[in-house]
T-cell receptor, first 113, second 113 residues
Framework: ETGVTQTPRHLVMGMTNKKSLKCEQHLGHNAMYWYKQSAKKPLELMFVYNFKEQTENNSVPSRFSPECPNSSHLFLHLHTLQPEDSALYLC????????????FGPGTRLTVL | SQQGEEDPQALSIQEGENATMNCSYKTSINNLQWYRQNSGRGLVHLILIRSNEREKHSGRLRVTLDTSKKSSSLLITASRAADTASYFCATDKEGSTLGRLYFGRGTQLTVWP
């Protein structure tokens, strides 16, 4: 799990708060992903970045705002979330967008009050 | 939807027994992958099988792929309590170069000592 790190591991926030999730990969990969995992639902892809360019936004509400300053770092900025946004947020990376074995971080457990 | 569907949803066995999980998907693929997730943690890549392969082994894992039936199976032999986890299959789409994976809801495997 040390190849992809995520901070914080747990986050509790109110609906009016602004917070950010951070992901860092130490694998020399060029593609990074944000996923949302809710109970009893399949893993939902949120965003894909390939060589720092966003290549996919899977109809994610604007209260989630990704940022990818370089190939090693990925952020997810959170603003005015809803209780139904409570979930495990997973970051992953892969060599690039074509070789798709993905390496996941441990996740951030988010609770929105 | 392309997403894989695992079957069964839950499987409970004794240590030493074999565990078999199945995955079905809907459209043609380049490859299929299996991942494992311990409770509340990130996913760990286990094995990738390409569409032109029928069987692949890795340690105690055996994966089969039947593209005519659009299905795959994951066999864990001589299971151990430490194998307790959720197991997910993930598929891409044939011809896709974006690295997007489609995950199922997973099989929850419990191995009793």
């Amino acid at each position: 799990e040390t190849g992809v790190t995520q901070t914080p591991r747990h986050l509790v926030m109110g609906m009016t708060n602004k917070k950010s999730l951070k992901c860092e990969q130490h694998l020399g990969h060029n593609a990074m992903y944000w996923y949302k995992q809710s109970a009893k639902k399949p893993l939902e892809l949120m965003f894909v970045y390939n060589f720092k360019e966003q290549t996919e936004n899977n109809s994610v509400p604007s209260r989630f705002s990704p940022e990818c300053p370089n190939s090693s770092h990925l952020f997810l900025h959170l603003h005015t979330l809803q209780p139904e946004d409570s979930a495990l947020y997973l970051c992953a990376s892969s060599h690039d967008g074509t070789r798709n074995e993905q390496f996941f971080g441990p996740g951030t457990r988010l609770t929105v009050l | 939807s392309q997403q894989g569907e695992e079957d069964p949803q839950a499987l409970s066995i004794q240590e030493g027994e074999n565990a078999t999980m199945n995955c079905s998907y809907k459209t043609s693929i380049n490859n299929l992958q299996w991942y494992r997730q311990n409770s509340g943690r990130g996913l760990v890549h286990l094995i990738l099988i390409r569409s032109n392969e029928r069987e692949k082994h890795s340690g105690r894992l055996r994966v089969t792929l039947d593209t005519s039936k659009k299905s795959s199976s994951l066999l864990i032999t001589a299971s151990r309590a430490a194998d307790t986890a959720s197991y997910f299959c993930a598929t891409d789409k044939e011809g896709s170069t974006l690295g997007r994976l489609y995950f199922g809801r997973g099989t929850q495997l419990t191995v009793w000592p």
